[in-house]
C-alpha cells in the first residue's frame, strides 16, 4: 500500500507524491524544488510523472525531475502536441500499472481538451487535476459546458468513498460561491470548518466523493433543488450547470 503527501507549490497548487518503502510516483509536479525536497528526504526513486493536462503550474517540474531520475512521465494522448518528453501517452479507459497499482484513465475535458484523471481502485483515490475541485470545477479555458458536465458525470461515477485529490486549494472561495446560490446550514457550517482550516494553513484536501455530492453544486446540476435557486425549474441539467459556471466566473 502506498503512502500519499500532499506538496504545496507555487501559491495555491497542490502536487502529490505516492510513495512506498523507497520508490514513488508524483501527479502533476507543479515546481522541481519542493518534490525533490521529500524525495531526498524519504531516499525515494521517483518511477513515475503523471500528468493531468499541459498547462505550466502542473507539468513546470517535470523536466528538471526526469533528468535527475531517468523517470518515465505519463500523460494524456491529446497533449502530445503540449507536453514536452513524454514516454508514454494515455486515453479513456486505458489501465496501467503504476508500481504494482492498478490506475484507470478518465479523459475529463472541459478545463483544457486533453485533461485526463488518474483512478486508483486499490487506493480509493482520484487525481482530478483542474476538473473536480473540492465544493467546485474548473474554468473552461479550451472546452464546452456539455464537456465538463459529461467529465463530471464521469467521476459523479465513481464509488462514494473515493478521496479525491485535485490541483488547487479554492475550496473557501468555493464554499462562498455556494452560499451565495443555496444557503443553508450544511454550507454556512463548511464554511466555518474552511475558515478554521485556512488560520491554522491546513489543507481541506483529500475531500470525500460522497462530500462532493452532498455539497459541490456542480455535480448536483441535475437536482431539481439546485435548478429551483437559480429559477431554472424547467432547464435541463447542462443549462443549469452553464448557468452555474458563468456565475462562478463572475463571482
Not at 34 to 49: Q, S, T
Not at 51 to 58: A, F, R
Not at 143 to 161: A, V
Request: with cysteine; net charge negative; aromatic share 10%.
Amino acid at each position: 500500500m502506498y503512502n500519499i503527501e500532499i506538496i504545496n507549490c507555487l501559491s495555491d497548487n497542490y502536487s502529490y507524491i505516492c510513495f512506498n518503502d523507497n520508490e514513488a510516483f508524483v501527479v502533476d509536479p507543479s515546481e522541481y524544488t519542493p518534490i525533490k525536497n521529500f524525495l531526498l528526504e524519504k531516499k525515494l526513486d521517483l518511477k513515475f510523472i503523471l500528468n493531468t493536462h499541459h498547462h505550466h503550474d502542473h507539468i513546470g517540474g517535470n523536466r528538471e525531475l526526469k533528468k535527475d531520475y531517468d523517470c518515465k512521465i505519463i500523460a494524456p494522448k491529446k497533449d502530445e502536441k503540449n507536453i514536452p518528453d513524454v514516454d508514454i501517452f494515455v486515453e479513456q479507459d486505458n489501465i496501467l500499472n503504476i508500481l504494482d497499482t492498478s490506475c484507470q484513465v478518465f479523459e475529463v475535458p472541459g478545463h483544457t481538451l486533453g485533461h485526463i484523471a488518474f483512478y486508483f481502485e486499490a487506493l480509493d483515490a482520484a487525481f482530478t487535476g483542474d476538473t473536480l475541485f473540492s465544493l467546485g470545477c474548473g474554468r473552461l479555458f479550451e472546452g464546452t459546458p456539455e464537456m465538463m458536465w459529461n467529465s463530471l458525470l464521469k467521476i459523479r461515477s465513481l464509488p462514494e468513498n473515493t478521496k479525491i485529490y485535485c490541483g488547487h486549494e479554492y475550496t473557501l472561495s468555493n464554499a462562498r460561491f455556494i452560499a451565495s446560490v443555496v444557503n443553508n446550514d450544511s454550507i454556512e457550517e463548511k464554511i466555518k470548518i474552511l475558515e478554521r482550516l485556512r488560520n491554522s494553513n491546513g489543507r481541506s484536501i483529500p475531500t470525500l466523493l460522497s462530500d462532493e455530492m452532498d455539497l459541490n453544486l456542480f455535480l448536483k446540476a441535475d437536482n431539481n433543488e439546485v435548478a429551483r435557486a437559480l429559477g431554472m425549474e424547467h432547464a435541463n441539467a447542462l443549462d443549469v450547470f452553464t448557468r452555474l459556471r458563468s456565475l462562478k466566473d463572475n463571482f
